[in-house]
């Protein structure tokens, strides 16, 4: 797997513009999400692969999904030609087993609890720890002391914003982190100021 230049991985989640793209690009992000899942910020095929085409190769294009079919997230996956896939809900090993591809990343989400996780438990080759309730803005208790970092590599999730995502960092040690509405201004809608400040302040 091919990821991210820098030291910390920073995804930019639930773009939906040109504009969004171009800026997540030039603000330095590592990846750039495209939701297929049920959402205000859903795309269809055709509108990810028009985005995908505008970010260049060091920047990996991920197709977000939750409780759909593996027919469905295979035909969205090949159809607007993403390179990275992130589950969101209950999908288990068979999606990972059948979605696996060739130069294709795929990414587990999982709620954060108190229980242990480790990065590869389903063939994946990134975990996301998350608040319940996806693309909501809520944050999850990432400092409290009862939380273990998981193995491997892992994105932190879950009500960043350009205000806390330095200090998320360094309490956990995540390797990357990964927001959507932390850098909107309003539900659905980003904000170019808060994208650039945001990738800013995670590098610190
Ligand atoms: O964005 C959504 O609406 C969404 C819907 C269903 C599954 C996942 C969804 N988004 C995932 C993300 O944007 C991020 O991976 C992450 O949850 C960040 O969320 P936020 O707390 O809004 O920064």
Not at 47 to 55: C, E, F
Not at 67 to 76: I, K, N, P
Not at 133 to 162: I, K, M, Q, V
Request: hydrophobic share 40%; charged share 25%; net charge negative.
């Amino acid at each position: 797997m091919t990821v991210g230049m820098s030291d910390l991985f920073v995804k930019i989640c639930g773009l939906r513009t040109a504009r969004d793209v171009d800026v997540a690009v030039e603000a330095g992000a590592d990846a750039v999400g495209f939701v297929f899942a049920a959402s205000p910020r859903t795309v269809d095929a055709e509108t990810a692969r028009r985005l995908s085409g505008r970010v260049p190769d060091h920047v990996l294009t991920v197709g977000v999904f939750r409780g759909q079919s593996m027919e469905e997230v295979r035909r969205l996956t090949e159809e607007s030609g993403i390179r990275a896939v992130q589950f969101h809900g209950d999908e288990g090993p068979a999606y990972y087993e059948a979605l696996r591809a060739p130069g294709r990343t795929l990414i587990r989400a999982t709620a954060a609890g108190e229980l242990p996780v480790r990065c590869g438990e389903l063939d994946e080759d990134l975990l996301l720890l998350d608040a319940p309730d996806p693309g909501s803005g809520t944050p999850w208790n990432w400092a409290s002391p009862r939380f273990t970092a998981p193995e491997g590599r892992w994105l932190l999730a879950g009500g960043l914003h350009p205000d806390n995502v330095r200090q998320a960092v360094e309490a956990t040690g995540a390797w990357g982190v990964d927001v959507s509405s932390g850098v909107e201004s309003e539900r659905g809608v980003k904000s170019e100021q808060l994208i650039r400040a945001f990738v800013a302040a995670a590098r610190g």
